[in-house]
């Protein structure tokens, strides 16, 4: 799909429309302009945008902590291993949700897709984490901090 027909990312009429949708429906026109070819970038900033209306005992602490929750325990799983935003594979990948749990997003697995560092930063620039490091380098530290293990033990004995 070419840029020039795509809304702009902020098009507050289009927004307003979407948040006027049920989840579900406003996942559908995410999935659908994912397969008609929509940048990716631009599909997850538009969305970003879009403001759900809830019911007035939709609670997004509950949805925060069932998802925090599930993240750490492991029910919470990426069904891809390279990034949706840049195709980057062979890195950490961080959970994002499509339509932001703070506007009304929930923790479907339609609503949450695989970004990796750069790409979530870019979403959230105030993310201060540095990406995980990779295995071989954890390797290269355990293997280090095991030989001065070694040595200690060697000088006591």
């Known amino acids: 799909m070419p840029a020039t027909q795509l809304p702009a990312a902020n098009d507050a009429a289009l927004l307003k429309r979407l948040g006027n949708l049920p989840e579900d429906r406003v996942l559908d026109y995410f999935w659908l302009m994912d397969r008609n070819g929509a940048p990716r970038p631009w599909l997850l900033e538009h969305l970003g945008h879009v403001v759900l209306n809830r019911p007035l005992d939709w609670d997004r602490a509950v949805i925060r902590r069932q998802h925090e929750s599930g993240a ?21 990948l961080y959970h994002h949700h499509v339509i932001e749990i703070q506007n009304g997003g929930s923790n479907a697995s339609r609503n949450i897709v695989p970004l990796c560092f ?40």
């Open 72 to 92: 750490r325990a492991g029910t919470i799983r990426l069904n891809k291993r390279c990034c949706f935003g840049c195709s980057h594979g062979h890195c950490a």
């Open 118 to 157: 750069d790409c979530h930063k870019r979403l959230h620039p105030w993310l201060k984490e540095q990406p995980a490091k990779s295995g071989l380098v954890q390797v290269r530290e355990i293997a280090r901090n095991v030989k001065d293990a070694d040595f200690r033990a060697m000088e006591t004995a």
